[in-house]
T-cell receptor, first 110, second 113 residues
Framework: GQQLNQSPQSMFIQEGEDVSMNCTSSSIFNTWLWYKQDPGEGPVLLIALYKAGELTSNGRLTAQFGITRKDSFLNISASIPSDVGIYFCAGQLFHDKIIFGKGTRLHILP | EADIYQTPRYLVIGTGKKITLECSQTMGHDKMYWYQQDPGMELHLIHYSYGVNSTEKGDLSSESTVSRIRTEHFPLTLESARPSHTSQYLC????????????FGPGTRLTVL
């Protein structure tokens, strides 16, 4: 079945640094979604992308839908302590189930 | 903000007990999902439903069962809980429209002693 490769698996950064993570797939998707999950909570949708090449921002977050429709990246600028958590990418093709990546765990060093 | 609710948020029970985890959404979504997630790990789809009286097993085999008698309600039941069922269970829903985001509930953290 379809699989998403999300990287990196974990990141350890200093507060104020920029963060970049990405997802790749061997199959194309029509929709890319990025979620953030805080400990003990459900994932919350950050950004939805619907068109190849689309670049969308939400505050300090920027995400892009790759032109090949097989990849997407998420950037976080000037990280702050509340950015800590697990970030999941997800892809969907038409009416199929949404496929999730395995997550990128973001840690901010004191 | 998503209107999807899960109860209880936390549950600690003994082995052999029957439990039902509740999930409700007020958005009128046809599609609903149950995921199992160990702390800090990936999401595993265990059940999904595309509407009333429709239920399917997900990618990860689970001893739990689900029902969908009403659009807004998608409960998950374990007939006899075991320590291996200890995990977080997340419910999610999505509209039928092809380009539509999936929303998650806050999760139920289950511990079986």
């Amino acid at each position: 079945g379809q699989q998403l490769n999300q990287s990196p698996q974990s990141m350890f950064i200093q507060e104020g640094e920029d963060v970049s993570m990405n997802c790749t797939s061997s199959s194309i998707f029509n929709t890319w979604l990025w979620y953030k999950q805080d400990p003990g909570e459900g994932p919350v949708l950050l950004i939805a992308l619907y068109k190849a090449g689309e670049l969308t921002s939400n505050g300090r977050l920027t995400a892009q839908f790759g032109i090949t429709r097989k990849d997407s990246f998420l950037n976080i600028s000037a990280s702050i302590p509340s950015d800590v958590g697990i970030y999941f990418c997800a892809g969907q093709l038409f009416h199929d189930k949404i496929i999730f990546g395995k997550g990128t765990r973001l840690h901010i060093l004191p | 903000e998503a209107d999807i609710y899960q109860t209880p948020r936390y549950l600690v029970i003994g082995t052999g007990k029957k439990i039902t985890l509740e999930c409700s959404q007020t958005m009128g979504h046809d599609k609903m999902y149950w995921y199992q997630q160990d702390p800090g790990m990936e999401l595993h789809l265990i059940h999904y439903s595309y509407g009333v009286n429709s239920t399917e097993k997900g990618d990860l085999s689970s001893e739990s069962t689900v029902s969908r008698i009403r659009t807004e309600h998608f409960p998950l039941t374990l007939e006899s809980a075991r320590p291996s069922h200890t995990s977080q269970y997340l419910c999610a829903s999505r509209a039928e429209i092809s380009y539509n985001e999936q929303f998650f509930g806050p999760g139920t953290r289950l511990t079986v002693l």
